[in-house]
């Protein structure tokens, strides 16, 4: 695919994240359709691989069943999403003490 087709496909990608809720996900023909609704299918490879640029970038994050995953590596399908907190996911309390004492 042309370098605008790859710009086109990397826009796509980053407006489709951009309307969902943090830690929502995209699959990449989602972008592909976006793109071009006709032959939609054909791009779907060409998503792979400008999604896995991203994660390259960390622009963005692929999963599988909910698992952060190896664009180099994954097969079958996939999803995208920004990086960072997951709903559901709290990170650990901080555990403060506080003396108090007496003035002199």
């Given at each position: 695919m042309?370098?605008n087709g790859?710009r086109?496909?990397?826009?796509a990608?980053?407006e489709l994240l951009?309307r969902?809720?943090?830690?929502?996900?995209?699959?990449?023909?989602?972008a592909?359709?976006?793109?071009?609704?006709?032959?939609?299918r054909?791009?779907?490879?060409?998503?792979?691989r400008?999604?896995?640029?991203?994660?390259?970038?960390g622009r963005?994050?692929?999963?599988q069943?909910?698992?952060v995953?190896?664009?180099a590596t994954?097969?079958?399908p996939?999803?995208l999403?920004?990086?960072g907190p997951?709903p559901?996911?709290?990170p650990?309390a901080?555990?403060?003490?506080?003396?108090?004492?007496?003035r002199?």
């Amino acid at each position: 695919m042309a370098v605008n087709g790859d710009r086109a496909l990397e826009e796509a990608i980053d407006e489709l994240l951009d309307r969902r809720a943090p830690g929502a996900t995209i699959c990449p023909s989602e972008a592909a359709r976006r793109v071009d609704p006709d032959e939609w299918r054909d791009l779907v490879p060409d998503a792979r691989r400008v999604a896995g640029r991203l994660v390259a970038e960390g622009r963005v994050e692929m999963t599988q069943r909910g698992e952060v995953v190896d664009p180099a590596t994954a097969r079958g399908p996939v999803r995208l999403r920004r990086p960072g907190p997951t709903p559901g996911h709290h990170p650990p309390a901080v555990r403060m003490t506080v003396t108090v004492g007496r003035r002199a």
